[in-house]
């Protein structure tokens, strides 16, 4: 026998009618909606119950309150199950969707609030094959596959720049820099070395000192680690003399490094650029430079998305477990 369900006359059109139609929504519970659309997909109360790992009492309560409450019939109950009334099927399928979406809705947010899902912005100086920096941000792709990640290339004052417009997420750049606006971190160093044409007339030696560079030409880049290693230069040179002749190229590192090799001059890098050997040039190791050079990471204090913690993170291990070794950023 059918159950009678209590109707709210709807059909009127008066105003109070219409306004408590419209605030209907703010009084029905979620778990309410959630539980008639489990009983609709298996038209049984005991196997929706089941599925949702609640009682079945609560689901039969909850069902039968909104019937109640909406005052539409929306099962016909019978010794085996129930099925959905033809209102009732009308009901569940613009529900369902709105769960559905409810449901997507809530494991995106879950997934961008743990940091598995989203965008990151990363600024680096360079990407070299087998780098710090590179083995970073493989490892980074292959731990959070969710995540879009943007590359921009530049010096650490343009980084530092689109950080502060809030165009990037977090830059790696050269040196140890005080920003009182942006957090630091070193990340990992790596020592540098002198890089030479094959036929230098140092070539030869297996080590080499600031002081047997005096009166060299230095070729550095504008872009990437260029400025860091035009003011190391000029550090190192302070008070000797003749003063370095320091030229600067708007070009890429491997164009810088063939020039090297056409003895346009001679130029600074770091260790691990060796990894990858260029023909007509050497790497020499600086035998009294005081300590190796320090990359850092800046990011803004105000972004604590969990993509850039996991990457903070991810960097501070492999830094820890050594990994960072003579490995460079460019």
């Keep these: ?12 059109s008066s105003a109070s009618t219409l306004g408590e139609r419209s605030s209907l929504g703010g009084r029905i519970p979620l778990a309410a909606l959630i539980q008639t659309v489990a009983v609709a997909e298996h038209l049984n109360f005991r196997h929706a119950a089941n599925a949702l790992g609640v009682a079945q009492s609560s689901v039969s309560a909850r069902v039968k309150a909104l019937e109640e409450e909406i005052g539409i019939l929306l099962f016909e109950r019978h010794a085996r199950g129930v099925r959905l009334t ?42 070299i094959p ?3 920096l590179a083995e970073l941000i ?59 044409s094959d036929d230098h007339r140092l070539a030869g030696q297996s080590t080499i000192t600031w002081n047997s560079l ?13 400025p ?3 003011d190391h230069i000029m550090l190192r040179f ?54 190796p050079f320090t990359f ?7 972004n604590r998305s969990a993509t850039l913690k996991n990457l903070l993170d991810l960097a501070s291990k492999m830094s820890r477990s050594g990994r960072d070794g003579d490995r460079s950023a460019g």
């Design 238 to 291: 302070a008070g000797r003399w003749p003063a370095p002749s320091i030229l600067r190229f708007d070009v890429e590192r491997g164009t810088l490094l063939s020039m090297v090799g056409q003895d346009f001059g001679i130029t600074i890098a770091g260790g691990a650029t060796a990894l990858q050997p260029m023909s007509g040039i050497v790497f020499l190791p600086i035998a009294d430079e005081p300590k």
């Design 138 to 196: 493989a490892r980074y792709r292959n731990d959070y596959p969710g995540i879009n990640l943007e590359i921009i290339e530049g010096t650490a004052r343009d980084a530092v720049m689109r950080l502060r417009a809030n165009r990037l997420d977090v830059a790696f750049v050269a040196g140890t820099p005080y920003l009182s606006d942006c957090h630091t971190r070193p990340i990992w160093s790596e020592p540098l070395v002198a890089v030479l």
């Design 86 to 127: 033809e209102a009732g099927r009308h009901f569940v399928k613009q529900i369902a969707a709105g769960v559905d979406q409810l449901d997507h809705a809530v494991k995106t947010a879950g997934m961008a609030a743990s940091g598995k899902s989203g965008r990151l912005r990363i600024g680096v100086p360079a990407l």
């Design 130 to 132: 087998c780098s710090f």
């Design 296 to 302: 850092t990471g800046v990011w803004s204090p105000f």
């Design 228 to 230: 860091q290693i035009h």
């Design 214 to 226: 005096v009166g060299e030409t230095f070729l550095v880049r504008h872009g990437g680690t260029g």
């Design 1 to 12: 026998m059918r159950r009678r369900v209590r109707k709210r006359g709807y059909e009127g």
